[in-house]
């Protein structure tokens, strides 16, 4: 495993798996399956619907709490809501979290942040951060926090580095976790050649090798998957690296192509959705 240090001291693994779009049981068994591959990194969210679950795999992996680098993430119909971190808090059955984003900038996310906040100075989460904000939504943020975001949450991979974003990012001391990692399963970014070719001389998967790259760029990568084959693949990236002319090689396939793209419409549509998070078996 290797590890990145963030702004405030934390250290955070680079590989970990996201439950997006899992089920509940389908979510505990996915945690459960990677924290005995040795992932020690779990993301999910208030809206995934699977919180409640994914605290059942933390508690039942027999791993302590503190081996663990467990994220969650506000959605925006909580951010007005002062006990939104504690039920997050009582829905994971956890007495803190490691990382906490606002998942979305929409509705009155500066609340959101200062939620997050408080809960940072009151000891309950360890490090805040944000997810799918534009560098003029960072930068707002950036004016008026008390603590700096540690996490940039967004859409990465080969045919989207966000050479731009990450260096502005990287001057203000942000880490970029990629979702997407893989290109959300693009056939044609997973079999480009130059992958197909590494594959075949570093004995990995296509998928493999870009992970490995996203690695050696300094992107935190959650891919999520509930085939117990492909998570513990995903986390096999560790006995190998690749030269500094094959990372060359993979930044000169940026498309700027991205998977999902945010729009206003869409942004208001989600300040208007209320998880029924108390639901959530």
């Avoid at 979510?27 to 005995?36: D, G, I, N, Q, R």
């Avoid at 969650?72 to 956890?94: H, I, M």
């Avoid at 891919?223 to 560790?238: A, C, Q, R, V, Y």
């Avoid at 000169?252 to 729009?263: E, H, V």
């Amino acid at each position: 495993m290797e590890y990145i240090t963030l702004n405030n001291g934390v250290k955070m693994p680079m590989a970990g798996i996201g439950t997006f779009l899992l089920t509940p049981d389908e979510a505990e068994a996915s945690v459960l399956s990677a924290l005995k591959c040795g992932y020690r990194l779990i993301d999910t969210a208030n809206a995934y619907m699977n919180e409640k679950a994914v605290g059942r795999a933390m508690k039942a992996s027999g791993l302590k709490r503190e081996e663990i680098f467990f994220e969650t993430k506000l959605w925006p119909s909580f951010y007005e809501q002062d006990d939104a971190v504690d039920k997050t808090l009582e829905r994971l059955g956890t007495d803190y979290i490691d990382l906490l984003l606002i998942h979305q900038p929409a509705g009155n996310y500066i609340a959101g942040y200062r939620q997050m906040e408080k809960a940072y100075e009151e000891g309950k989460v360890k490090a805040i951060g944000l997810s799918n904000f534009n560098e003029e939504m960072i930068r707002e943020i950036l004016s008026i926090c008390k603590v700096k975001p540690a996490i940039l949450q967004t859409e990465v991979h080969p045919y989207s580095q966000e050479k731009e974003l990450k260096a502005f990012l990287d001057k203000e001391g942000i880490v970029i976790q990629a979702w997407y990692p893989l290109g959300h399963g693009d056939k044609a970014l997973i079999q480009e050649p130059l992958f197909g070719s590494l594959a075949e001389k570093y004995g990995k998967t296509n998928a493999q090798i870009i992970l490995r790259w996203h690695i050696q760029n300094k992107n935190v990568v959650i891919p999520g998957s509930k085939n117990p084959e492909h998570i513990k693949d995903n986390f096999d990236l560790f006995d190998f690296s690749l030269t500094d002319e094959e990372m060359a090689q993979i930044a000169a396939l940026d498309q700027k192509k991205r998977y999902y793209i945010s729009t206003p419409d869409k942004l208001e549509s989600y300040a208007k959705i209320v998880p029924p998070v108390d639901e959530q078996k």
